[in-house]
């Protein structure tokens, strides 16, 4: 039985836009709004909203009323200078919780994306239950709206996800190897700072599967089961794309003075138990 209306937050983002084509690929939802702010959404019938402005925020879901809401818009580190503290807490922290509190009022269907940004890295694994601890003020954005979504709809479900790739279109980790590797962008792939990549399209079923299920509620660990370092991952996207890695500039984190979380390893294996969506390691994805 279709399941009503689903609102897509950042609908144009990486994630987003495939969050959007595979819920239009099903008959389980009766209609799809695509958020976006500046960008078009391709799938599902946009909706411009600036999401810093929550007035806009509200009258909006005034307005379509929402059956269920995959909230996938944020402000990132991929946003270069605009990244400034004032659009983080606009973005990340008081619209989550106007989205929050909204699907909580109205017996909508909430499901947050979070980041392993919000720890600051560790020898060992985080778990669903280790409690964020932030070094930097994207990660404190993300953790902050965690925390808001917990505490004003705790019938909603937190999806923490890592480095996205995917082929289609291409991630912005694989385009930023191939501009190293011609020799078109500065810098290096640190070989010190270990994550756990996921495929952006199991991410998306993943969400989706979440935002079907009420009954799956509180933290969710949206990562692949491999660790790989920045450097590991982008000789890996580059293989994959058939791109030759020789001359990929390796670095160091500890050695770069920047303040960075080193190791963020993200287990996976309570979330997977709970989800029909496999989380693939990036051979099983690159394999194919
Ligand atoms: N990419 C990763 O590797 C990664 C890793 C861990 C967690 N995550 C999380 O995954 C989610 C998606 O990330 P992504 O990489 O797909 O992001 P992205 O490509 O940077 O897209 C961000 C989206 O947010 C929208 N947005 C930003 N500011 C807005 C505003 N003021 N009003 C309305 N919309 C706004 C953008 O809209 P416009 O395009 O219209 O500007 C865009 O659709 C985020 O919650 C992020 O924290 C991502």
Request: aromatic share 6%; hydrophobic share 45%.
């Amino acid at each position: 039985m279709p399941m009503g209306r689903l609102l897509i937050t950042g609908a144009s983002g990486y994630l987003g836009q495939r969050v959007a084509y595979f819920a239009q690929q099903t008959t389980i939802w009766n209609k799809i709004y695509s958020q976006s702010w500046r960008n078009p959404a391709l799938a599902g019938e946009h909706v411009a909203c600036d999401l810093a402005n929550q007035a806009q925020l509200q009258a909006l879901l005034d307005r379509i009323q929402p059956n269920a809401i995959i909230h996938t818009a944020a402000v990132t580190p991929a946003m270069g200078a605009a990244m400034t503290n004032e659009a983080l807490w606009a973005v990340n922290v008081q619209a989550t919780a106007t989205l929050a509190a909204w699907a909580a009022q109205h017996e909508a269907r909430f499901v947050h994306v979070s980041s392993d940004a919000v720890w600051g890295g560790r020898d060992t694994a985080y778990t669903e239950s280790d409690v964020p601890a932030p070094i930097h003020p994207y990660g404190a954005s993300k953790a902050a709206g965690e925390a808001l979504v917990e505490a004003l709809n705790p019938a909603a479900a937190i999806a923490r996800t890592s480095l996205l790739y995917g082929q289609n279109p291409l991630d912005p980790n694989t385009t930023m190897a191939l501009a190293m590797v011609r020799g078109e962008r500065d810098g290096a792939l640190f070989t010190d700072e270990m994550r756990c990549p996921v495929f952006v399209e199991d991410v998306a079923q993943a969400l989706l599967e979440l935002a079907q299920q009420p009954r799956l509620y509180g933290i969710f660990h949206l990562v692949g089961p491999q660790i790989l370092s920045r450097f590991e991952l982008g000789q890996a996207l580059l293989a994959w794309n058939g791109i030759d890695s020789t001359g990929l500039p390796a670095g160091n984190t500890s050695a770069s003075g920047l303040r960075r979380p080193s190791r963020v390893v993200v287990d996976n294996r309570a979330t997977q138990s709970q989800l029909s969506t496999i989380l693939r390691s990036i051979d099983d994805v690159t394999r194919r």
